[in-house]
């Protein structure tokens, strides 16, 4: 059987194609505005490189999200991508972008349990077992956890830094240390002392 050698030319070109969409983003760079936050992810491997990350994230959400009533998801990720593109005020708009694509990605993969969680773990605050807190950690990065505490919920991420574990929500945080958490719940909230239950 004969077999057929590609010119070198040609087959240079199939590889600088392949590397080019390796390289790029999920949406396409053509349509991207001068001066746009597109256009910055375009340019830049690493920020193109999360852009693809959430895109798969996103679509294993989507999965997951096929039975959500009310259909939140698809909402989310438009709100998402205004919020990103607003990273055009910030002093510093790849970092801006950067934080914004991580927290994106860590908060699906948590909420929509695309990686495996451990827990939960019930911990009793301010010596009330009526007064529960229900907390499910995850191995993303960074690492995140889902606290439940009666009709409400609440996504955290940790931070880094310090000689403690330290999570940190939109009103709330968590810190952890030998089976004892300190807990704030909502805005301006005193901090609970939580016990975590064998």
Not at 26 to 38: Q, V, W, Y
Not at 136 to 144: A, E, G, M, V, Y
Not at 168 to 174: D, P, Q
Request: net charge positive; aromatic share 8%; with cysteine.
């Amino acid at each position: 059987m004969r077999r057929f050698a590609l010119p070198l030319s040609l087959a240079f070109s199939f590889a600088t194609t392949a590397q080019a969409q390796a390289d790029s983003p999920s949406f396409d760079c053509a349509k991207a505005r001068d001066g746009s936050i597109e256009t910055l992810i375009c340019g830049d491997a690493a920020l193109s490189s999360l852009d693809r990350k959430l895109a798969e994230v996103y679509e294993a959400a989507t999965r997951k999200a096929v039975n959500e009533h009310p259909p939140t998801l698809k909402a989310e990720q438009i709100g998402w991508i205004r919020g990103r593109n607003d990273c055009w005020k910030s002093d510093d708009k790849r970092s801006c972008v950067e934080a914004e694509y991580r927290q994106r990605i860590v908060s699906l993969q948590a909420r929509y349990r695309l990686v495996t969680g451990t827990g939960p773990a019930t911990f009793f605050c301010d010596g009330d077992r009526r007064n529960e807190l229900v907390v499910t950690f995850f191995p993303t990065d960074p690492r995140t956890l889902i606290a439940e505490r009666g009709d409400s919920t609440s996504l955290m991420v940790r931070e880094h830094g310090g000689p403690d574990t330290k999570y940190v929500g939109r009103n709330e945080t968590f810190t952890e240390k030998e089976g004892t958490a300190v807990v704030t719940w909502g805005y301006g909230a005193p901090p609970m002392r939580c016990t975590r239950t064998p």
